[in-house]
């Protein structure tokens, strides 16, 4: 992973609108990222979504990723689907090779797929999803994004050659065992925790559970890349706190 993520880096979903409707203000956000997630049209985007957003990525010099997602644009991908583990093959190889042809029109290479919301989650509860959707982004050649701790998927990707990007979370809560909990209304992070806990996360290793306690993280004093989420009502100003606290954990721990 060093390879990849030779600091701390923030990467934020993007392009997630549809149609005439908007979600993150992402022509904002981009000026504060390292990498962007751009949706694929299954949980969100829509072909000219998508070209703007790889034009937008290329403007800033941002690297840029698929996000594919479940078949769910009324749910925002969010709700759980059960689905056939070949038809999830196929849907990984259609949204990312759509992405892929409009960043191979603009020049930019595809730097990464991170599978979005209930997609994530399916994987970590199913292992043939999981290794669905790994042998389909295998075809690409490029790193997978996913959550520290997901050791299943983590081995699934070494067996396969993918490089495993491991990333900490400042926007969502953490279970006791270190899982996500669903994005919900009543769930919400403040701005004010979102600088804390990526400063802990930076100089301790640990975050905190939903219920406030240390949970260690195991990076390791390794550069890692924390996820932020556009949908978010605060989503600018989680990100531009969150920038703040990655400038000043690399200007002491990563500045070569």
């Not at 949980?43 to 078949?71: E, N």
Request: with cysteine; aromatic share 8%.
């Amino acid at each position: 992973m060093e390879k990849f993520v030779e600091k701390i880096e923030i990467n934020c979903d993007m392009g997630e609108g549809f149609g005439k409707w908007k979600m993150g203000p992402d022509e904002e956000l981009m000026k504060y990222i390292d990498v962007a997630n751009i949706a694929c049209g299954f949980h969100a985007g829509d072909p000219t979504i998508m070209m703007k957003s790889v034009r937008l990525a290329k403007q800033h010099g941002i690297k840029a990723g698929a996000h594919p997602g479940l078949q769910d644009l009324f749910g925002f991908g969010r709700r759980q689907m059960v689905i056939d583990p070949a038809d999830m093959f196929a849907m990984i190889l259609y949204q990312v090779g759509a992405l892929k042809a409009m960043l191979d029109l603009e020049g930019v290479p595809l730097n990464h797929i991170k599978p979005h919301g209930e997609l994530f989650h399916y994987m970590q509860r199913d292992l043939k999803i999981c290794r669905s959707v790994l042998e389909a982004c295998a075809l690409f050649k490029v790193p997978v994004y996913g959550a520290k701790g997901a050791n299943d998927e983590k081995a699934i990707c070494e067996e396969l050659g993918i490089v495993y990007i491991e990333e900490a979370y400042v926007d969502v809560l953490y279970t006791k065992d270190m899982k996500l909990v669903p994005i919900a209304p009543d769930k919400m992070v403040t701005t004010e925790d979102i600088y804390k806990k990526t400063l802990l996360i930076g100089k301790t290793d640990a975050t905190i559970d939903e219920h406030g306690n240390p949970l260690p993280l195991g990076f390791d004093g390794v550069a890692f890349s924390i996820c932020l989420h556009s949908d978010m009502p605060t989503a600018l100003e989680n990100v531009k706190i969150c920038r703040k606290a990655v400038d000043e954990l690399n200007s002491e721990k990563f500045t070569k």
